[in-house]
């Protein structure tokens, strides 16, 4: 089949889809309930799920995947791998090596192995200066980074250490043109009880082989709230937020010198220029409350010149930047802002529970010409809804995403039963490319290496890694036809 609907047609609200579009490449069937298991990878013993020997995922024919780094391994410098895999970012490494940077979204008191073990035996084997938050009661923060080796070419997993600690809830992030991966905490958490720091920033983690841990310093710039990725446009070096709350904003902040995010700058909220705090989540109870007399969602692919207004006191021990933008900026609301990235001169952002259904967004910005000037006003960025599928089995409550070598949106999901790596066409046409066989655990981090050749995923619970590898010359033409 075809797929011979207008973009808008395809995706316009209260649809129901028709013939869905979520094409399992050999999934044999079209709905989440009906779809069938086909040959995959199965892990080697003794790794298992649901205490039995299990394939980790469900991929279509000629893909195959490599699990690695699973939560509890030792790691080369003799701490353990965390748990809660989450955001991750692929840079390329010395001798044609990819580096990865994975977070891990751990609190203090998660019942869940850390670093340092069960018992933070091992917390002699780090600088314990270079711990962000070491914590009361013998209770030091879990969040962190690590960083993987990996070489593309033959396959092999080669080495992985602990980069960033001391963080909680360090859910995503974003890479710099300037070759660092920022780590985000999705929390607000204050310095109180089991917590001796302020928590709600962002951390700076260089690229390399050699492990050690970052200097943790708090961007503290760069806002205090629930953190969930960024993204930094490479012209400009202007860094994009998202807020992962009901009621969000979406963030750029404004460096005093490009490349230096430590050295502070400007934080601003986007602002629809003809809509007084737009509320772009198209909830229909949400917007009769501001209009009750009529229902008027957000289009699809309709361009909104935006402005950015400036935030205070951006530090916020009340959490009330939200408060600050919408009711006093007519900042726009977005509906749980979660990945982004940019490429191609715009940037893609998800909104997990956006949409009439609820079931996610995918917003596009394209920045001014002029983007962080005075002259942008003249010729302003503009913001877009790029698909609200509204229908779960087409996509269930986007989060993490990256852009494919050839164009496509690879979204992780973070729903409520089966969990699926999603692709997006250009067109706004949506499949399924893989399947977690193993559980309802939430995929995170999709990242392509360097040369294109691999595609790299988190599986949350339990935390494992995986790298995809396959005919991604031809996906493209296979996802168009059953």
């Not at 969000?248 to 986007?270: H, T, V, W």
């Not at 501001?290 to 309709?302: D, K, N, R």
């Not at 250009?426 to 490319?433: D, S, W």
Request: with cysteine; aromatic share 10%.
């Amino acid at each position: 089949m075809k797929f011979n609907l207008s973009r808008r047609q395809f995706l316009s609200y209260g649809a129901v889809a028709v013939a869905s579009a979520a094409v399992g490449f050999g999934f044999s069937g079209v709905s989440r309930k009906l779809i069938k298991h086909v040959p995959g990878f199965r892990p080697d013993p003794p790794y298992v799920f649901n205490e039995t020997p299990n394939q980790l995922l469900d991929l279509p024919e000629g893909f195959v995947a490599h699990a690695f780094s699973r939560t509890g391994e030792i790691m080369d410098d003799g701490l353990w791998v965390p748990g809660k895999h989450d955001g991750m970012a692929a840079f390329p490494g010395p001798n044609g090596k990819t580096i990865l940077i994975r977070n891990h979204e751990l609190n203090a008191t998660d019942k869940i192995i850390g670093p340092f073990g069960w018992n933070n035996e091992k917390l002699n084997l780090v600088d314990t200066e270079k711990i962000y938050d070491l914590g009361s009661n013998k209770l030091p923060c879990l969040g962190s980074t690590t960083t993987l080796v990996y070489d593309t070419r033959t396959g092999t997993f080669e080495k992985h250490f602990l980069s960033m600690a001391g963080s909680i809830r360090n859910c995503a992030g974003g890479i710099t043109p300037w070759n660092t991966w920022v780590t985000c905490e999705e929390t607000v958490q204050k310095k109180e009880k089991t917590y001796q720091h302020d928590h709600g920033y962002n951390f700076e983690v260089p690229v390399t082989t050699t492990p050690g841990l970052a200097a943790p310093i708090p961007l503290k710039a760069m806002g205090r709230f629930n953190h969930e990725a960024i993204a930094v446009d490479d012209r400009t070096g202007i860094v994009y937020e998202t807020e992962d709350r009901h009621d969000g904003l979406f963030y750029r902040f404004i460096p005093d010198e490009q490349g230096q995010l430590a050295k502070g700058g400007r934080l601003q909220a986007l602002k629809v220029r003809d809509k007084k705090a737009a509320d772009t989540r198209n909830w229909k109870k949400g917007l009769q409350k501001i209009a009750p007399w009529t229902y008027e969602p957000m289009p699809v692919s309709e361009k909104m010149a935006v402005e950015w207004v400036d935030i205070e006191n951006v530090e916020s021990p009340k959490d009330d930047l939200r408060k600050q933008g919408i009711e006093g900026k007519n900042a726009a609301k977005f509906a749980r802002g979660e990945g982004i990235w940019f490429s191609g001169n715009e940037f893609y952002i998800a909104c997990t529970n956006g949409g009439i259904a609820q079931k996610g967004q995918i917003w596009r910005y394209i920045p001014s010409p002029y983007e962080g000037t005075t002259r942008e006003e003249k010729q302003p960025g503009t913001l877009e809804l790029f698909i609200e599928p509204n229908d779960s089995n087409l996509l269930e409550n986007a989060d993490n995403l990256t852009v494919a070598p050839w164009g496509d949106l690879i979204i992780c999901e973070d729903g409520s039963k089966d969990q699926y790596i999603v692709g997006v066409t250009p067109e706004g046409h949506t499949y399924q490319f893989a399947r977690n066989a193993s559980n309802t655990s939430e995929f995170a981090g999709a990242t392509f290496s360097p040369d294109g050749t691999t595609l790299f995923v988190n599986i949350q619970n339990p935390g494992v890694t995986l790298a995809i590898t396959g005919p991604w010359a031809d996906i493209r033409q296979r996802h168009l036809t059953v």
